[in-house]
């Protein structure tokens, strides 16, 4: 079955860096673009950014400050998190979007990454 | 693309129909999609395309809409369908989600 597998989460300080990982299983990775969406403490969903084959895209609000990558040899999508902020705050997930294309319903979740900022 | 989603919060009582509505700044066409939260779990994809239902989910839910207005429907609220609700669309690639309806009996 489908499983999406997140680690790297923690605490680093305001301004700080982490990365995160993502590593799938149970279907054809290279088929299906990948995304991160986040969910602040009490708050809603926020859609961070996807990656589909070398195309990637981000919300404003991290454009610049966030990387996405990723590496099929090893099914692994990554999140580099660089000059953090308190906003930045949140559980992060990983999901997969339901067909082969870039955008589209996310069917598969991980269970989450925890982000924290903190001085 | 802005998604406005309504009401925030609905408390209702087992065997009630209960309508969720969501807007989006601009026309999506079909490309929208809702999501059921429980607490300290990750989301799960109810309807996508607007109508079309993921395989686990009963048939008491439904989804209808096109262009801007969107609604999700139950047709008789169960204790188990407790939880908050999210819109999303995917018409383009900021996939904005809406502020969400949290659920109760």
């Known amino acids: 079955q489908v499983r999406l597998l997140e680690s790297g989460g923690g605490v680093a300080q305001p301004g700080g860096s982490l990365r995160l990982s993502c590593t799938a299983s149970?279907?054809?990775?290279?088929?299906?673009?990948i995304h991160w969406v986040r969910q602040a403490p009490g708050r809603g969903l926020e859609w961070v950014a996807f990656?589909?084959?070398?195309?990637?895209y981000y919300t404003d609000s991290v454009r610049g400050r966030f990387t996405i990558s990723r590496d099929n040899s090893k099914n692994s999508v990554y999140l580099q998190i660089n000059r953090l902020t308190m906003d930045d705050t949140a559980i992060y997930y990983c999901?997969?979007?339901?067909?082969?294309?870039?955008?589209?319903?996310?069917?598969?979740w991980g269970q989450g990454a925890l982000v924290t900022a903190s001085s | 693309i802005q998604m406005t989603q309504f009401p925030s919060t609905l408390s209702a009582s087992v065997g009630d129909r209960v309508v969720i509505t969501c807007r989006a700044s601009?026309?999506?066409?079909?490309?929208l999609a809702w999501y059921q939260q429980k607490p300290g779990k990750a989301p799960k994809l109810l309807i996508y395309?607007?109508?079309k239902l993921e395989t686990w989910v009963p048939s008491r839910f439904s989804g209808t809409g096109s262009g801007r207005q969107f609604t999700l429907t139950i047709s008789s609220l169960q204790p188990d369908d407790v939880g908050t609700y999210y819109c999303?669309?995917?018409?383009?690639?900021?996939?904005?989600f809406g502020q969400g309806t949290k659920v109760q009996i």
């Open positions: 999901v997969k979007v339901r067909n082969s294309t870039p955008r589209g319903p996310f069917d598969h």
């Open positions: 149970g279907f054809i990775f290279t088929n299906f673009g």
């Open positions: 990656i589909h084959g070398t195309t990637s």
């Open positions: 601009q026309s999506i066409d079909v490309w």
């Open positions: 395309d607007a109508s």
């Open positions: 999303q669309q995917y018409h383009d690639f900021s996939e904005t």
